[in-house]
């Protein structure tokens, strides 16, 4: 079993930055994409961006420019980010991490909510003056 767990929410003001961390563990050896979803009460859970071990990556077309997804696996710690700037209110919303497995090498990550099998509790961004 793959566990999932952000950190890094928190308030900040109109364009300003956040860093989202997502650290996975449970799978030493299987490779899998990570994502990043985003949820405001009341509407449907949305795709923000997503990796694969081999570093490709997708972007919802709203935050291209603004975010940026890394992964950085250290002493069998994986840890994927996400850096956001220039965040305005519509960003706000609790953000996900999530996870599914690839066929070994794969490079293409996908942005398709159905693939994703393992999920993170979520933290909270809220972009607000």
């Known amino acids: 079993q793959l566990q999932l767990v952000e950190s890094g929410g928190g308030l900040v003001q109109p364009g300003g930055s956040l860093k989202l961390s997502c650290v996975a563990s449970?799978?030493?050896?299987?490779?899998?994409?990570v994502g990043w979803f985003r949820q405001v009460t009341g509407k449907e859970r949305e795709a923000v961006s997503c990796i694969s071990r081999q570093g490709g990556s997708e972007y919802l077309n709203s935050v291209k420019g603004r975010f940026t997804i890394s992964r950085h696996n250290a002493n069998g710690n994986d840890t994927v980010y996400l850096q956001m700037n220039s965040l305005e209110p519509y960003d706000t919303a609790n953000y996900y991490c999530?996870?599914?497995?690839?066929?070994?090498?794969?490079?293409?990550?996908?942005?398709?909510?159905?693939?994703?099998?393992?999920w993170g509790q979520g933290t909270q961004v809220t972009v607000s003056s």
């Open positions: 999530a996870a599914y497995l690839l066929v070994s090498g794969s490079y293409y990550c996908t942005l398709r909510r159905g693939f994703y099998d393992f």
């Open positions: 449970g799978f030493t050896d299987a490779e899998y994409a």
